[in-house]
């Protein structure tokens, strides 16, 4: 069954949320993997959304992070102090879902600008929510397509921190959460299990080399010690991603890989 | 009871002046066009524009020229994509530099809340490891005085004046408001002068009757502004749906400076207030927004006598 990379990412992501209770959403791709780890491998997950919800059981596919259907039916609805407070600061999200145009070889984050902060060539959206998300959420996962653009050597501007310098430089600063757990893009999956806190590849997507991963990173990629493949969506999960959470294919592309 | 009530133009011209703060918030909820709108008409200039996400909003009024700076946390058309109008005054000056002070959601918040309850600061943990302390210098580490580690800190946020749009008050301003209520209380609490924009004006008894959901008391209110629709593009709990069409439109349409300024023309300055931009609007367009109803459960708080 042909699928599209989107598709792959999501279903990679949703696979990866596996038992979690606690889940910060983004929009896009990151909300549809969140309601499809609902509907398959976690059952019991409470979506989170910076806007203020708790435990969202949205009937249509938000466009905003503030959609209306987030509200409805939810389990809680709640000031944003409360959310960043009560919720975020008070250590309940188990994974976190990022994205951004720059990340480095520690999982840090660019949100902010491409070029100087004062004279940027090219002003992106900021941090929002993502700054204290990075910092206190237990895990964070990031879903990025991989182009040697965004995965950089040094950030223009280091809006997220992840591992920082690497090793336990995190916890040395005091940041209570676990920091980057997961990278999902439409090449390959890596992790940051090594004892330098440094991005590994651990899968390749099907048809993928090692070479081409490495092609689109500019730093010199470690590989875990075993590279697998990662599996194929699965018929089931698509016919979830396609008739029940985008079907206008607004966010899972159209050309197959 | 005193009768706040009075119209949007009246509301501007009485309280929001040149060179002022002033915060319209609503996050992606009851955000008030309206207001925003009426700050056009009435050409107030060198605003300082406080907003979590500033939104279309922002976007349409830096293209009009009012604003000289903007305190703000995530500059985006959520779901959609950039906000043109505002990248172009920071990347090129057009129409007017605009001045940036950032900072995180949280650290908004935190700003509101320190404002609200006149504190020196508000603590969060944010920051550390970031480089946003060194693009905002407001934006400190201190030492905990109990011996922990260095935690970030905000300044207070104190608005000249909110714009809190909601479903519905008494004359005299007392303020419910339901779905996402953002930060809609702190930054009320902070500001020195509040408008409140309501869908619909109820009687004291309606907010008596429900007073787990009365957000903000008529007693820090100076404005009531009954404007039905007055958050469209945005959205009100339960009244209209987002206008997801115009956000997709807003970026397509925001692409040019120039195709900005003949949209304000036509939906702004050429129209005298919200009513003129609702019939201009289509009485089939609204229709649509209309949500089919999903009451709350009624709760029962009981009478003792």
Not at chain 1, 43 to 48: K, S, T, V
Not at chain 1, 146 to 174: C, I
Not at chain 2, 12 to 39: K, L, N, P, Q, W
Request: charged fraction near 20%; glycine fraction near 10%; charge should be negative.
């Amino acid at each position: 069954m042909s699928y599209t990379a989107s598709e792959l990412m999501i279903v990679a992501a949703a696979r990866a949320l596996a038992g979690t209770r606690t889940v910060f959403v983004g929009v896009g791709l990151p909300n549809i993997a969140c309601n499809l780890a609902r509907r398959t491998v976690a059952p019991d997950l409470e979506l989170i959304y910076e806007a203020g919800v708790y435990g969202a059981r949205p009937a249509r596919l938000p466009l905003s992070i503030g959609d209306p259907t987030l509200v409805t039916g939810a389990t809680a609805v709640v000031s944003q102090a409360d959310l960043f407070g009560l919720y975020l600061q008070g250590g309940l999200v188990d994974v976190a879902l990022l994205g951004g145009a720059q990340i480095d070889r520690f999982g840090n984050l660019n949100t902010t600008v491409i070029g100087d902060y004062t004279r940027p060539k090219v002003r992106l959206p900021g941090s929002g929510g993502a700054c204290e998300i990075a910092a206190n959420a237990r895990r964070t996962f990031m879903i990025m397509r991989l182009k040697r653009r965004a995965f950089v050597n040094a950030l223009d501007f280091v809006t997220s921190p992840g591992h920082l310098e690497g090793g336990a430089s995190r916890q040395r600063l005091g940041l209570p959460g676990g920091g980057p757990a997961l990278v999902i893009t439409d090449l390959a999956l890596f992790d940051f299990d090594n004892p330098e806190r440094e991005m590994q590849l651990i899968a390749t997507h099907p048809g993928v080399s090692v070479d081409q991963v490495c092609a689109e990173i500019a730093w010199d990629l470690r590989l875990a010690s075993h590279v697998t493949e990662t599996p194929a969506p699965t018929a089931d999960e698509l016919r979830i991603v396609r008739e029940e959470l985008d079907p206008e294919g607004t966010y899972r592309g159209r050309e197959p890989v | 009871m005193t009768d706040k009530r009075c119209s949007m133009r009246e509301a501007i011209a009485r309280y929001v002046h040149d060179g002022m703060s002033v915060a319209i918030e609503g996050f992606t909820a009851c955000i008030c066009f309206a207001a925003g709108h009426e700050i056009i008409r009435q050409r107030r200039r060198n605003l300082t524009l406080i907003r979590m996400t500033p939104d279309l909003i922002y976007d349409q009024m830096v293209a009009a020229g009012v604003a000289s700076k903007m305190i703000f946390s995530y500059l985006g058309n959520p779901g959609v994509g950039s906000l043109n109008a505002i990248r172009r005054a920071v990347e090129h000056g057009v129409p007017a530099p605009l001045e940036l002070e950032e900072y995180s959601h949280y650290g908004m918040v935190g700003r509101y809340i320190a404002g609200a309850t006149r504190l020196p600061f508000f603590p969060l943990r944010s920051y550390l490891g970031s480089d946003m302390p060194r693009a905002n210098p407001l934006i400190r580490m201190v030492e905990d005085p109990y011996g922990g580690a260095p935690i970030a800190v905000v300044p207070p946020l104190n608005p000249d004046v909110a714009v809190i749009h909601a479903q519905r008050a008494d004359v005299s301003g007392n303020t419910q408001l339901w779905g996402l209520i953002g930060s809609q209380k702190e930054v009320a609490f902070a500001a020195r002068r509040r408008i409140v924009v309501v869908e619909e004006i109820v009687d004291e008894a309606v907010i008596r009757a429900d007073p787990n959901r009365t957000l903000i008391p008529g007693l820090i209110v100076d404005a009531v502004v009954h404007e039905p629709y007055g958050a469209h593009p945005s959205y009100a709990q339960g009244y209209y749906d987002r206008d997801n069409q115009f956000y997709l439109a807003w970026e397509e349409l925001s692409q040019e400076h120039e195709r900005i300024v003949a949209w304000l023309d036509a939906w702004v300055y050429g129209v005298p207030d919200r009513a003129a931009y609702l019939e201009k609007l289509g009485a089939a367009r609204l229709a649509q927004l209309k949500p089919a109803p999903a009451p709350a459960g009624v709760v029962d708080y009981g009478a003792y006598q």
